[in-house]
């Protein structure tokens, strides 16, 4: 998203444009169920790289490629902190989260990659 910041100097007006950052907590599933909880500043790029396998770990192993659930903050430290309270919730809990916004766990990359 990008603001512009307007500043006046001797009797110039400037616009100065700049990239707000934002901060992204995200869920990854496998067609199985197994859910994979995230952090990243780039949502569609982080998802792409878990959908083609792109590190070892964790998705790589359980095939954890569809984006079934994210959530947007302006502070990196709230989206820290929502990352860790998820990761600390049982299944179930999560589970009805992504159901409370996706009901049908499609893979919302795909509705994200048409906005760009």
């Not at 496998?30 to 780039?42: D, H, K, P, Q």
């Not at 502070?75 to 049982?90: C, F, S």
Request: with cysteine; charged share 20%; glycine share 4%.
């Amino acid at each position: 998203m990008e603001e512009s910041l307007r500043l006046t100097f001797s009797g110039t007006i400037y616009l100065v444009a700049f990239r707000r950052l934002h901060y992204y907590v995200y869920i990854m599933a496998s067609n199985s169920g197994t859910l994979y909880i995230g952090f990243t500043n780039n949502i569609l790029r982080r998802s792409c790289e878990h959908q083609i396998d792109t590190f070892q770990g964790f998705t790589k192993k359980y095939h954890c490629h569809k984006l079934v659930y994210f959530e947007s903050y302006s502070d990196v430290n709230q989206a820290i902190a929502r990352e860790k309270q998820l990761k600390n919730w049982n299944r179930i809990k999560k589970m009805n989260l992504i159901k409370s916004q996706n009901p049908t766990w499609s893979d919302l990359s795909a509705k994200l990659f048409s906005l760009i």
